[in-house]
């Protein structure tokens, strides 16, 4: 095996520079969108996840003794309880009122900031927190950043259903273009589907890339949806009426701009970059790079 400088092997050395991108996102993204005077904050599911929880808890009880914690699932709501911090389950935030802000991760970010997220599994109670934000932040590494979804994440849009439609779910992505669509299987060793934290089961459904409403190059394939080529949006309003779909990983529809109600699309992604810096995209377009989070 061969080893670096540093002693550790060409995958140890990306797994390194990659924890080290996630980390400078989350706490850039901490910095800029964690008013001190927020009172409820939505926390995400995943591994970049896990930073945006210590750096909040690194600003000390001073400033989140105040503050109530909601999860996306079994791995955040141990997250936030590990930290000290207080938590909440989303059920208890009172008709009427929103998250101030809610911290989550993608598996893929589009140039409009469409997400595909699920690949953890954590699709569905993620969606209900993010949209009951009035700001929802993405936090991920450069290898997420993608022209348009299904160019990286190559797996499939992760889709949550109940268990017993699966099969008619199947059919009817395979009918509308996906390829070679599947069940998710449990970890190695362990028969069967994976269970969600809600019960249901995960389908993975691969689509080529999705277009954008004004993508003029591919507009006349577009028409026909039986090849697979569809708008990200209108697949998405597809894939969430099939019979069966509790929940799709695709966070696209209106712009998350500050203080939405109900966007999927946050109002800001922060990527830690492979050079160290870390790259901040917001809703209206603009990108910006900080080496200094
Ligand atoms: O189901 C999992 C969630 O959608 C995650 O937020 C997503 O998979 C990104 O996870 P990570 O930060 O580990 O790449």
Not at 41 to 59: C, F, P, R
Not at 104 to 112: I, L
Not at 280 to 288: E, F, M, N, S, T
Request: net charge negative; hydrophobic share 40%; aromatic share 8%.
């Amino acid at each position: 095996m061969s080893t670096s400088q540093s002693g550790l092997s060409p995958e140890e050395e990306l797994l390194k520079r990659v924890e080290s991108s996630k980390r400078k996102a989350a706490y850039k993204a901490v910095k800029d969108y964690l008013d001190p005077s927020y009172k409820r904050i939505g926390i995400g599911s995943g591994s970049t996840v896990v930073y945006v929880v210590e750096a909040i808890a690194a600003l000390g009880p001073d400033v989140t003794s105040g503050m109530i914690f909601y999860p996306t699932g079994a791995q955040s709501e141990e997250l936030i309880e590990t930290a000290g911090l207080t938590l909440q389950p989303i059920n208890k935030l009172p008709s009427g009122q929103q998250l101030d802000v809610a911290f989550d991760g993608a598996d893929e970010v589009d140039t409009r900031l469409n997400l595909i997220k699920g690949g953890g599994a954590c699709l569905w109670q993620e969606k209900i927190v993010a949209t009951a934000a009035k700001k929802f932040v993405c936090v991920a590494d450069y290898r997420k950043l993608s022209p348009r979804l299904g160019i990286s994440w190559r797996k499939g849009i992760p889709i949550e259903v109940l268990p017993m439609a699966a099969p008619r779910v199947l059919d009817e992505l395979k009918r509308i273009g996906s390829e070679n669509p599947k069940i998710r299987l449990g970890l190695p060793g362990k028969a069967g589907a994976i269970v969600t934290d809600n019960g249901m089961w995960i389908i993975d459904a691969p689509f080529p890339p999705l277009m954008f409403p004004d993508d003029d190059e591919k507009r006349e394939r577009v028409q026909n949806a039986a090849n697979g080529v569809w708008f990200v949006d209108d697949l998405a309003d597809h894939l969430i009426k099939i019979p069966g779909v509790a929940e799709i990983g695709l966070f696209s529809g209106k712009n998350g701009q500050e203080v939405a109600t109900g966007a999927q699309k946050p109002v800001a992604a922060y990527f830690g970059m492979e050079d160290g810096k870390v790259q901040r995209k917001l809703a209206d377009g603009h990108v910006q790079f900080f080496w200094d989070p």
